[in-house]
């Protein structure tokens, strides 16, 4: 997990808080910031600095900022651990934007994301794979073309268990150095099929 500063936990939150359409400007972000620390409020820019550089926020438009898919996973497994207390009544913006990053918790690995993925053992990982190998199989069957991207069997496995992205890979190389799946590569893409 990435340790960020609670001044840009906070500005994660406010841009998330204040978006319009997907996207926020810096002084919105900046302006409402101040509300709550004058001092995070003057090293608004510099902070949003740092978060560009870390890859957690974007600028698709000119002074429009948004979170990167990367920047809600941060946001939200560090909302878990903040010791930070808002000390005033906030207006409902902030308590919203708190409560979708709850909901969003599940899909970035749920609250115990650390317990989780120390659980998966790598005989638990060979059954679940496969299962999911020959799940996917089939229904690549039954549209007529069977290609089993190692990529994407691996992010949907990722998707439906908790496991950490080095576990995933590590079991994976495994599975390979094993003998359990052949791989080839084509075209830059890994394709594999399970060994009986």
Sequence with gaps: MREISTEQLLYLLYTFA?????TVTKGTVKINLAKLSKEYGKNAAKICEALFEQGLLESPKR????????????LVINL????????SVKGPKILNALMSCLKLASKYGGIDQKVADE??????????????YFE???RQELEGIVAMLSKEICQKFREEN???ESNL???FERLKSEGIVFSVVEDNEELIEWVD
């Design 18 to 22: 204040y978006l319009t359409e997907g």
């Design 63 to 74: 002074h429009r900022i948004r979170i990167t898919e990367m920047g809600m996973k941060v």
């Design 80 to 87: 878990q651990t903040t010791e930070f207390e808002f000390t």
């Design 119 to 132: 659980d998966m053992d790598f005989e638990t990982f060979v059954e679940k794979f496969e299962k999911l």
């Design 136 to 138: 996917e199989r089939r």
């Design 162 to 164: 908790n496991i950490s």
């Design 169 to 171: 890979k590590k079991y």
